[in-house]
């Protein structure tokens, strides 16, 4: 009960540095969202619907590296562009970017993985049905985005929902630093660490209420546009 | 006009479909019959352009409509499950007048049952021009009285466009009722190829016998 | 309630796990392991429970005493290692019998609070101020860490500061005073919010200044591109206590285990033990005795 009263008082007036790392990590989970989904709904939707030559591996490794450890990814990522490392001209170590890129690495195998069972298994009928109406490719796969619009919400939803609650890899690439790379659970982990477990619950209860935010927002969105 | 010659389709080491000569002319509605697995649906897909022959040629023409066994409801109601096809409203209003699910226009096509999905299905893709229409099985949902709806509407879109219709089916009523030509197929040959009553009333032909033999299990 | 906690401590040691994954092994000064002869007792309540900050377990001191005091005594010492504020935290929650940790302020508030029994500082060695080779800003002579700072501060050299409220942070803040810098404006200091050795590491990625304990940076020196920018000032004592929970104010308390661990911490054997610490390694000891 206390959590909830600490977690009134930040938000009603606002903290100034909770709106801040409360901004970090919606743009480092909606910018590591976007990238993966671009890289991987067309990739799942590939996979699922196309038959080929070592599919049946490739699937085995994206289900494999949808299981990353998080520190794993941090760890590849920082040894990639810590200061002696290939990338460590980029000087990208300890910014939003770069946390950006460890979750993109983590979630895009996510989202491969879940669209392209959910391409193979749901968009079989309607794939079939549109061929057979002589609608072009582009058209049964606009069809099928539109059909399946439920489902690649919550493919979307589930990789944002992993971004905004992982703190293994953004930790070591993001350094945690105040005013620049802190985000809420990285905050939770260094209230935890404080000793001020009430208040570290408090952020849980925020990051909490974030999360359940964007959710409902989504779905809200996608039942406007239903029908359309 | 649709010709086949010797067209095959392997799948692996097994052959699915195995057809010398075959022909369908323009106008005529012709029931494919035959047991689970004999080729109906491999050769209903191949003439959609929906999977590749193995060989052999299969001549079909240029606008083909195809109806999968496996009906699908799109969202939204069952007018615009017809105008997605790019139809009019008043052609969907007809169509689904035709199939006896006017009453039912407005309501979501998700939560038609088998047999209304069935028919929304059909009126879909007759809602359509086309040369050749392929339909998998098109009243296995219906009761009887949905399957004469079906029937009778197949038989008008054929006399408006004068197409070749090919169906696969499991029903003799469907096939004494609206086909031209029944052809029955076995372990993908053609095994018997006339009119239907010829063939059903023949006893050497292995459909027809375990057709009227199955009355009585 | 108490599951969610639960849960968060697990994330945290899992967290803490995947920070020190990184670092490497501790001094390899073997403790003389005079096998006893005479039996090992078998203490009623075996498990002492020894809550402790992550500099005194990623020096790798604890490790090096506890095998020797276990098989003197047969209890089995549990460590967990956690900022000074949660190394406490821990204790007033109940999860832990003594602890070892190296603020003042907040043991002597520990200590009023009525949770913990008496203050019994025992060693102590000396922060220090590491920074790039080349001493960008200069802090090489200065007299004292203020002054360090002071300069720091003059040239907007780039300074990592722990940021966690932990023993060491609660060092450098005392040591800016009136001058700390904000986080939020001057952009040379940057707050990690982390542990000693991420926050090392950091130092070394960013080429910046940073306040550690000896012990930790000279365990990872290696790994660093840093070296000792000044060494000893008379502000930069680093005082290590020990302090038995109160069985008044906690109960379900192993008292007579945590006494028998301050008793061998504060006797004869692990005074030489603690002396010879680092010797070999490094060349000195890394910490100090407090004269009894």
């Known amino acids: ?56 591996f490739l699937k085995k490794l994206i289900h494999t590296l949808m299981g990353l450890p998080p520190v794993v990814a941090g760890l590849i990522v920082y040894s990639l562009f810590t200061h002696y490392g290939p990338f460590g001209r980029l000087d990208m170590l300890f910014t939003v970017e770069i946390m950006s890129v460890a979750q993109v690495l983590l979630i895009t195998p996510v989202v491969t993985g879940l669209s392209s069972s959910f391409i193979e298994t749901s968009s079989k009928p309607v794939i079939e049905t549109a061929r057979g109406l002589g609608f072009s490719g582009f058209r049964t796969a606009r069809l099928c985005i539109n059909e399946g619009r439920a489902s690649l919400l919550s493919v979307v939803l589930n990789a944002f929902g992993r971004s905004i609650a992982e703190v293994g890899a953004v930790s070591i690439v993001g350094g945690n630093i105040q005013w620049k790379t802190r985000v809420m659970t990285t905050a939770i982990m260094l209230e935890t660490n404080k000793g001020k477990f009430s208040f570290a619950l408090a952020l849980g209860i925020i990051l909490l209420m974030i999360a359940f935010a964007v959710n409902a927002l989504a779905s809200f969105i996608v039942r406007e546009n239903a029908d359309g | 006009m649709v010709e086949i010659k010797g067209l095959k389709k392997r799948y692996g080491e097994r052959t699915v479909l195995d057809l010398d000569e075959l022909s369908f002319s323009d106008g005529e509605t012709v029931a494919l019959a035959g047991a689970n697995g004999s080729g109906k649906t491999t050769l209903l897909r191949i003439l959609a352009g929906l999977i590749e022959k193995s060989e052999g040629t299969a001549k079909a023409p240029g606008s083909v409509l195809y109806l999968p066994q496996q009906s699908y409801a799109f969202r939204g109601d069952l007018v615009r499950n017809i105008t997605i096809t790019g139809a009019g409203k008043q052609t969907a209003v007809e169509l689904l007048e035709k199939l006896g699910l006017s009453h039912l226009s407005g309501k979501k096509a998700k939560s038609l049952s088998g047999g209304e999905l069935q028919r929304l299905s059909l009126c879909r893709v007759l809602a359509k021009k086309s040369e050749l229409l392929l339909l998998d099985e098109p009243t296995s949902a219906c009761d009887a009285n949905g399957a004469a709806l079906v029937i009778r509407a197949i038989r008008d879109y054929r006399d408006s466009c004068g197409c070749t219709v090919v169906m696969s089916t499991h029903s003799p009523m469907l096939a004494v009722n609206a086909a031209d030509r029944l052809v029955v197929l076995e372990n993908g040959k053609v095994e018997a190829n006339g009119t239907p009553e010829d063939i059903l009333s023949n006893p050497g032909i292995q459909w027809a016998k375990t057709f009227t033999a199955g009355w009585k299990i | 309630m108490k599951k969610t906690l639960a849960i968060l401590l697990a994330a945290a040691l899992i967290f803490a796990l995947g920070a020190c994954a990184s670092q490497p092994a501790t001094p390899t000064t073997e403790a003389p392991t005079d096998a006893p002869v005479e039996t090992v007792p078998t203490p009623e309540n075996p498990v002492i429970r020894l809550s402790t900050t992550t500099s005194v ?224 390694e490094y060349g000195s000891a890394l910490f100090t005795l407090i004269e009894k």
């Open chain 1, 1 to 56: 009960m206390e959590s909830f009263r600490q977690a009134f008082e930040l938000l009603f007036p606002p903290d100034r540095e909770l709106l801040q790392i409360i901004g970090v990590t919606m743009r480092m989970s909606f910018v590591s969202t976007l990238v993966s989904c671009l890289i991987g709904l067309p990739l799942g939707a590939l996979i699922g619907s196309k038959n080929f030559r070592g599919k049946s």
């Open chain 3, 57 to 280: 377990n990623d020096s790798g001191l604890l490790p090096y005493l506890i095998p020797t005091f276990e098989a003197k005594t047969g209890y089995k010492v549990e460590v967990q290692s956690a900022g000074t504020g949660a190394a406490i935290q821990k204790a007033i929650d109940g999860n832990a019998d003594v602890i070892l940790v190296h603020a003042k302020a907040s043991e002597e508030e520990f200590i009023e609070g009525g949770y913990g029994v008496e203050r019994l500082p025992f060693m102590y060695n000396y922060f220090v101020i590491v920074g790039p080779k080349d001493d960008p800003a200069g802090v090489k002579d200065s007299a004292n860490a203020a002054e360090a700072f002071g300069k720091i501060r003059d040239a907007e050299a780039k300074f990592v500061s722990r940021g966690d409220e932990s023993g060491t942070h609660k060092a450098e803040l005392k040591i800016w005073g009136d001058n700390a810098p904000d986080a939020a404006t001057d952009e040379w200091y940057i707050s990690a919010g982390q542990g000693m050795g991420a926050c090392l590491t950091m130092a070394s990625e960013q080429q910046a200044y940073c306040l550690t304990d000896k012990a930790t940076f000279l365990s990872m020196k290696d790994e660093l591109d840093l070296d000792i920018a000044l060494a000893e000032g008379e502000d930069m004592k680093n005082t290590y206590s020990l302090i038995a929970v109160n069985p008044e104010a906690i109960d379900g308390l192993n008292v007579e285990g945590a006494q028998a661990f301050i008793d061998w911490m504060l006797g004869d054997e692990a005074s030489e033990l603690i002396a010879k610490y680092g010797v070999e």
